[in-house]
C-alpha cells in the first residue's frame, strides 16, 4: 500500500511560504508535500506587539516601565549590531533600554564591580552582558555575577539549574525562541524524534532539556519529545542516522551545510540556530545557516530561513524574559 505524507498546514496571522515539490518515498512511490518556511521574522513582530501592549496596560496600572541594561565590552562588529537591535526591540515595546560601553582595556574586576552596582539598582529589571568579552575575563565568572533574577539571557548557573529540574526560571533567549516557535506554528513534538545538533550550554542543551521535559512540570515548557544529542565528535555516520530517523531536528552549530537533504527524512521540522558570515565566489558577503537550504526546503515539511528564522525570535524573547523579570521583582517587593 502506498503512503502519502500529509503536512498540516495551520492559518496564523502570520505569512508562510509555501512551496510545493515533490519526493520519492521509501516504496518508490512519488507524494507530494508543502514544504512550510517558519517566518521568524513575522512571528517576532506578533509578540512584539503583544508585549507592546501588555506593558502598556502594566505602566496605565501605575507601575514604570521595565527596565534593561546591556553591557558592551570591545570594539566586535557583530556585538555591537547584535546590542543594537535589542536597544530598538526595547525601546519599541515600551521597555527602558540602554547601552553601558566599554573599551576592551576594563578589567574583570571593574566590570564585576558595574554588574554589582546594577545588581543593587531597584530600577533596573534587567541586565545583560553581551558575549563575547575579552579573553582575559572569565565569561561564566562574569555570567553568575548578575543577580538571577535579572539575568534576562538565562545564563546564570541558578537560572540554567532550574530549568534542568523543570522550575520556573529565565531561560536562555534563542533557546525559548526554539520552542515558542514550535509552539506558535503548531508543530508537534509529543512523542516525536528530536535531533539536537549541538551541545553548548547556553543553546544546545536548554533546547533539549525542554524538548525532553514533561509538559505537566512546574515550568510549563516540557514538549514530550524523545531526544538524542550530537555535537562535533558524533561520527558522521551516525549523525546522518540519527537525523534521518528525526521528526525535529534543531541545528546550533555553526557549520555551513552541515545538514545536507540525504539527512533530513521526508516532512520533518528543521529549527536552523546556527548563523556563519560566508563570501560567495563573487566576493560577496551574506549569512546562512548549518543546512544547505535550497536542497534540503525540497524534502523537509517546514524549516527557518537564515537570516528571518530564529534571530529575530531570539530579541523578542530577550523583550519577554526583560518583562518577566520586572514582573517578578514588584512581587518580590510586594512581600517584602
Not at 516504496?27 to 506593558?55: C, P
Not at 524524534?193 to 516540557?222: F, Q, T, W, Y
Request: glycine share 6%; aromatic share 4%; net charge neutral.
Amino acid at each position: 500500500m502506498r503512503q502519502i505524507l500529509r503536512l498540516r498546514v495551520f492559518s496564523s496571522l502570520l505569512t508562510s511560504t509555501m512551496r510545493s515539490h515533490t519526493y520519492i518515498d521509501s516504496l518508490g512511490s512519488a507524494s507530494s508535500i508543502m514544504a512550510r518556511v517558519l517566518d521568524g521574522k513575522a512571528l517576532a513582530a506578533e509578540v512584539k506587539n503583544e508585549l507592546k501592549l501588555e506593558i502598556a496596560n502594566w505602566v496605565n496600572l501605575g507601575h514604570r516601565a521595565p527596565s534593561i541594561r546591556c553591557i558592551l565590552v570591545g570594539d566586535d562588529p557583530a556585538s555591537h549590531t547584535y546590542v543594537n537591535n535589542k536597544i530598538i526591540a526595547a525601546r519599541f515595546v515600551g521597555i527602558d533600554a540602554e547601552v553601558i560601553k566599554h573599551d576592551s582595556s576594563i578589567t574583570e574586576e571593574q566590570l564585576l564591580r558595574e554588574i554589582e552596582t546594577l545588581n543593587a539598582d531597584s530600577n533596573v529589571d534587567g541586565i545583560l552582558v553581551q558575549l563575547p568579552i575579552p579573553e582575559t575575563m572569565s565569561e561564566r565568572k562574569v555570567c553568575n555575577a548578575v543577580a538571577p533574577e535579572k539575568d534576562v539571557d538565562g545564563f546564570h548557573i541558578v537560572n540554567i539549574g532550574q530549568l534542568c529540574v523543570d522550575m520556573p526560571t529565565m531561560v536562555p533567549a534563542t533557546a525559548l525562541a526554539v520552542i515558542e516557535m514550535l509552539k506558535r506554528f503548531k508543530i508537534e513534538t509529543f512523542g516525536r524524534n528530536a535531533v539536537v545538533v549541538g551541545r553548548s550550554k547556553n543553546v544546545g542543551l536548554p533546547i533539549a532539556m525542554m524538548l525532553h521535559s514533561d509538559k505537566k512540570h512546574d515550568n510549563g515548557l516540557g514538549m514530550d519529545a524523545t531526544v538524542t544529542i550530537c555535537h562535533r565528535y558524533t561520527p558522521k555516520e551516525k549523525l546522518d542516522n540519527f537525523c534521518q530517523n528525526a521528526d525535529i531536528i534543531i541545528t546550533a552549530t555553526g557549520v555551513p551545510k552541515l545538514i545536507k537533504a540525504n539527512m533530513v527524512k521526508p516532512g520533518a521540522t528543521i529549527i536552523d540556530v546556527g548563523i556563519t558570515k560566508v563570501t560567495d565566489e563573487n566576493g560577496k558577503s551574506r549569512l546562512v545557516g548549518d543546512v544547505d537550504y535550497d536542497e534540503v526546503s525540497k524534502v523537509a515539511g517546514a524549516l527557518t530561513p537564515v537570516p528571518g528564522g530564529v534571530g529575530p525570535m531570539t530579541v523578542a524573547m530577550l523583550m519577554h524574559n526583560t518583562f518577566q523579570a520586572a514582573k517578578n521583582l514588584r512581587t518580590k517587593s510586594a512581600l517584602q
